[in-house]
């Protein structure tokens, strides 16, 4: 297949306000860090959506914005294209992000006290999200077992009780890659509807699915299931326009949409930034055949990482992901606590890797690699990785 577009081209992202390489000193304290960490791409939007913003830019006038029909359509084929699953207008929110929705969540639907299920390691703002409106995490960790991460759901069961409110779902799960089966959904899916759990289901990473998984929106399987699912999407992972704050978050169910949208309606922000409006609609209408190229990219650095760690790093293993271009790698074999790796990264490699125990419980050991990004600069931060390895082993 001859490709059109081109993701081996570095891009200089320094002095664009980009937090992940203007911002890495003052995460990280050290200076000249490879940065590897946050999840955004070094690669540019879809030349389709750069173009549609480029003509907006030349219109000049940036007043106020509305979502029209166009608007909806996109979402509504995106989504039935992409993940067969057929949405109607009507159930489309708003959000600013996926995160700001989770929030809004748990204002609408929870109580000071009421606990949130988590399923960790995860997502770390999922943490910041529940504690920071003085709701309770419940943990149900994921289980590590041969290289792979499945959920527990037995665990999950017996934990449950009546101040259980919401589940915050991770599907696909960041930071571990999986792809949930519709199996392991129908089978969480139950446990909520017998205990009358809200599902907040962050689908955010839905659209980057490597071969042979397939993403099912959880309230895709059943009606009793999306009659109590909020599912937040976005184009801003797929399409690398996070900048854009611009997200959508699909509830079927007519109470809780009112409810949502109460809260939209207080803090008066359902207006959307005529941006991000825009290039969420043109990244729908015409940014497939630039994902599917993404997609046979980021599966390339996947398999050159691979090989590279198997070859020169075996100390360091991939976890394998089925989707997300953030896996993990697993660094036990270095027996190192969480901010002792950290420090071995930053001061010893040069290299900005999310760390595995921000992510909570079964996180410790492992850290996170973001492979959005052109092979010569995966390449870089691996041989920076490598050479720090070489020390160590001379110790
Ligand atoms: C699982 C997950 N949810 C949400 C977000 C961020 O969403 P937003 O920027 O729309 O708030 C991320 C970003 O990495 C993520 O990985």
């Not at 043109?282 to 497939?288: H, K, T, V």
Request: glycine share 8%.
């Amino acid at each position: 297949m001859t490709r059109r577009y081109d993701f081996d081209t570095v891009i200089d992202r320094s002095n664009t306000i980009c937090k992940k390489w203007d911002g890495v000193e003052e995460k990280f304290g050290a200076p000249d860090l490879h940065a590897m960490w946050v999840a955004d791409m070094d690669f540019k939007a879809p030349p389709e959506v750069i173009e549609v913003l480029r003509q907006r830019v030349d219109h000049g006038i940036f007043g106020y914005t509305g979502r029209f029909d166009p608007y909806h359509e996109s979402v509504i084929n995106w989504m039935k294209k992409r993940h067969g699953w057929e949405v109607k207008k009507e159930w489309l929110c708003h959000s600013p992000g996926v995160v700001p929705a989770l929030s809004m969540a748990l204002l609408a639907f929870t109580q000071p006290g009421d606990k949130v299920i988590i399923q960790p390691p995860v997502y770390y703002p999922f943490f910041d999200v529940i504690g920071g409106r003085g709701r309770t995490i419940l943990e149900n960790p994921l289980i590590f077992e041969n290289g792979h991460f499945s959920m527990d759901l037995d665990d999950l069961e017996k934990k449950i009780d009546p101040s259980v409110k919401v589940i915050f779902l991770c599907s696909p799960h960041n930071p571990v890659g999986r792809v949930w089966t519709g199996e392991e959904l129908e089978r969480l899916g139950r446990i909520c509807v017998k205990n009358d759990i809200l599902i907040v289901s962050d689908e955010i990473h839905s659209d980057i699915v490597f071969k042979g998984s397939k993403h099912v929106p959880l309230a895709s399987l059943s009606e009793e299931f999306a009659s109590r699912t909020m599912t937040c999407i976005s184009p801003s992972k797929t399409f690398n326009i996070a900048g854009l704050e611009t997200a959508v978050v699909i509830i079927p169910d007519r109470r809780i949409r009112e409810n949502y949208q109460r809260v939209i309606d207080f803090l008066h922000i359902n207006g959307g930034n005529v941006f991000g409006t825009l290039a969420l609609e043109a990244s729908y209408n015409f940014g497939e055949p630039w994902l599917e190229e993404l997609l046979l990219y980021l599966e390339d650095n996947l398999n050159f990482m691979d090989d590279f760690l198997k070859r020169k790093i075996p100390e360091i293993n991939l976890v394998r992901p089925e989707g997300t271009y953030i896996p993990l790698i697993d660094c036990r074999t270095l027996s190192m606590t969480g901010p002792e790796l950290q420090n071995f990264f930053i001061n010893e490699a040069g290299i900005a890797l999310d760390g595995g125990d921000w992510f909570g419980t079964g996180g410790e050991g492992f850290a996170r690699i973001n492979i959005a990004t052109p092979r010569k600069l995966l390449e870089e931060g691996l041989v920076r990785l490598e050479k720090s390895i070489l020390k160590l082993r001379t110790k």
